[in-house]
């Protein structure tokens, strides 16, 4: 009886193993491309820190977005600026925000169709990473629980922009919440992150390619390179203290898994990645 109990929990720990590892296996087809989202030029840094760490500085910054193909499925990561943007004019010392390119425009030229967009995963819920979601009506939305419940609340929580996905937002489009990590394809090449604290549902995303490769993207968890450094806290995030743990985990995954962090809307990290539109793989 005792060695029969012993060979089914054997049994049932091995195949959790083997699963465990398989599921660490890295697919062909992977590829990740940097999308050109946008540009803004931020006036007064400060908003970045509630420390006050940037008095009388600005800066310009980058929005970048995310296109990942796995085997012949297709994710999009944040969504950028609103496409009403394009061509739009930053003033120099008033600041702003502008689009050169729309993403539809950028898939164009890889030969990839709206409609072909199987999933869109968002960071947070802030307006240059949900602007340009409404151009996939057809994908399914994958987007922190928190982050959902503040869209959907009355009011919406403050800086939520509910009417840019309203296809899912009181729509007919499918979404996804996700709270913890997400394993998005169920083989460990791209988990998003759950990194709570500049909104209550924020997620960072890993993807690892067959290069043995692994890249993070910081969403919103840090704004550029000094204020990932210095564990900065922007003023408008929702929770420092959900902030800085998050921060934590962030670098000690980035540091366990020997990734390469890309910030966002760092313009310095946009070199990180091959330029468009060559996919690192």
């Given amino acids: 009886m005792k060695r029969a109990l012993y060979l089914l929990i054997a049994g049932t720990v091995l195949s959790g193993v083997f699963a465990y590892a398989a599921s660490g296996q890295t697919p062909r087809g992977i590829k990740l491309w940097r999308l050109d989202c946008g540009s803004t030029y931020i006036p007064d840094l400060n908003l970045f820190s509630d420390t ?19 085997g012949d499925r297709y994710m999009i990561w944040d969504t950028g600026l609103p496409a009403s943007m394009k061509g739009a004019k930053i003033d120099p010392v008033k600041g702003g925000a502008s ?3 729309t993403i539809v425009e950028q898939l164009g030229e890889l030969g990839v169709k709206p409609e072909q967009i199987e999933m869109i995963g968002i960071s947070h819920y802030h307006y240059d990473h949900v602007g340009q979601a409404e151009s996939f009506p057809g994908a399914t939305l994958m987007i922190g629980k928190g982050d959902l419940d503040a869209l959907n609340a009355t009011p919406p929580a403050f800086g939520a922009n509910p009417a840019a996905l309203k296809t899912w937002i009181g729509g007919t489009g499918k979404s996804m919440p996700i709270s913890g990590d997400k394993d998005v394809f169920g083989d460990g090449s791209v988990t998003m992150i759950d990194t709570p604290g500049h909104t209550p549902g924020h997620h960072a995303l890993l993807v690892k390619l067959i290069s043995g490769k692994t890249f993070l993207l910081t969403g919103d968890l840090a704004h550029f390179q000094e204020n990932y450094a210095t564990d900065g806290v922007p003023t408008f995030n929702t929770n ?6 998050s921060l934590s985990r962030f670098k000690a ?3 366990n898994t020997k990734a390469t962090v890309i910030i966002q809307h760092d313009p310095r990290d946009i070199a990180k990645l091959p330029a468009f539109p060559v996919a690192a793989e």
Avoid at 56 to 70: D, M, N, P
Avoid at 240 to 245: F, G, V
Wanted: glycine share 6%; proline share 3%; with cysteine.
């Fill in 240 to 245: 420092r203290a959900d902030t800085l743990a």
């Fill in 52 to 70: 006050r760490a940037y008095p009388g500085q600005g800066k310009a910054l980058t929005a970048s977005c995310y296109l990942i193909k796995h």
């Fill in 99 to 101: 689009v050169t390119k």
């Fill in 253 to 255: 995954l980035a540091r």
